[in-house]
């Protein structure tokens, strides 16, 4: 028998459009009769349940952050998966890092990949918006609550996104491959987005008890990263693998015959050889999350962090932990997916 599950008060609230009518009106009772529909909804119990061992899978709607794209593939495995309907990209949110700082030069990389993926038929790829905000101060009373935030173009979007995407059993999938900044700001913004969002980042490295939120991508917003995993459902992709065995030289005679093809063969030779430079692996944990995540823990977060830390709260195993870790990945089943799409004629069609 289908479930009959009651949406969250924030849920029901973020149903309500703005601009809705004065109280009295037969449009309003129109709305009113919508808004209750859409928060006592009637669906099959297993099939919302999540795919694979994380909290989100492909089904979820997706935001990406991240600096700049020229020393990694995850923004050319979000765009093909994107286009075959194995992950809804709602959005892109370019930032800064310090390897990365122009904003500017930033932005024009992504919008060129996707420029070239658009030139060359593919879907479902939205323009991307650049969101700027210095990395956040802990206070002196260590008070998360009291940070004062950025009200960054990004946050604003998290807020806004998941107030209209986010269902109770499917929240939206705030991935991230940089800071933490902007995400951490969408709580400051709204201490209710928590209830929305469920953030996926690859950050950190492993070590024998859980996982050091330090480099890559942990060390550049220490506060941030205490905040969010402090408020948040937050999952750490801590497993990396060799990046350049995505598009290696020998095949590069194999990239279809297109803009996109043409933007890989550039890019090529730009990839870091460095697997902590692999940002595609939270992106693939998500669409790939039944075959790609191999092993995953339950983990806690530290105490806040003290102030000038250069790197984020430990993550402990913890079998209770309200987080999860990415403890082992199969780099092999992303590979053989970007280029099962990449091959395949219907990714760049009507």
Request: charged share 15%; net charge negative; hydrophobic share 40%.
């Amino acid at each position: 028998m289908p479930d009959v599950k009651q949406a969250s008060p924030s849920a029901c609230r973020a149903s309500k459009p703005p601009g809705a009518q004065r109280p009295g009106t037969l449009a309003t009772a129109l709305l009113l009769a919508t808004v209750i529909a859409g928060c006592t909804e009637t669906y099959d119990a297993g099939a919302s349940r999540p795919h694979g061992p994380l909290p989100v899978d492909e089904r979820n709607p997706v935001l990406l952050f991240n600096d700049s794209q020229y020393d990694n593939w995850e923004g050319e495995y979000a765009v093909l998966l994107a286009s075959s309907g194995g992950l809804s990209l709602d959005g892109i949110v370019v930032n800064t890092s310090p390897n990365a700082t122009n904003i500017d030069d930033n932005l024009a990389g992504w919008r060129n990949l996707i420029a070239a993926a658009r030139n060359s038929g593919m879907r479902g790829l939205p323009d991307p918006i650049k969101s700027t905000g210095a990395p956040l101060v802990r206070p002196a009373s260590g008070d998360i609550d009291v940070t004062v935030g950025n009200g960054s173009a990004g946050a604003q979007l998290i807020v806004s996104e998941s107030s209209r995407k986010s269902l109770p059993y499917r929240p939206l999938a705030v991935v991230t491959a940089g800071r933490l900044t902007d995400v951490a700001d969408a709580y400051l913004l709204d201490p209710t987005v928590v209830d929305r969002v469920v953030v996926v980042s690859t950050l950190g490295t492993l070590t024998a008890t859980g996982a050091a939120m330090g480099v890559p991508n942990g060390e550049m917003d220490p506060w941030a990263d205490t905040i969010v995993t402090s408020r948040f459902r937050f999952v750490a992709v801590s497993a990396h693998y060799d990046q350049t065995a995505d598009v290696p030289a020998s095949r590069l005679s194999e990239l279809p015959d297109n803009a996109f093809g043409t933007w890989l063969a550039s890019r090529q030779s730009q990839i870091w050889n460095d697997q902590l430079a692999a940002d595609q692996v939270a992106v693939a944990a998500v669409a790939l999350s039944t075959s790609f995540v191999v092993a995953v823990e339950r983990v806690s977060p530290g105490g806040p962090i003290a102030a000038g830390a250069t790197a984020g709260p430990t993550l402990t195993d913890d079998p209770n932990g309200p987080l999860w870790l990415v403890r082992q990945i199969a780099a092999s089943v992303a590979i053989a997916r970007f280029w099962e799409i990449l091959l395949d004629p219907k990714t760049y069609g009507p």
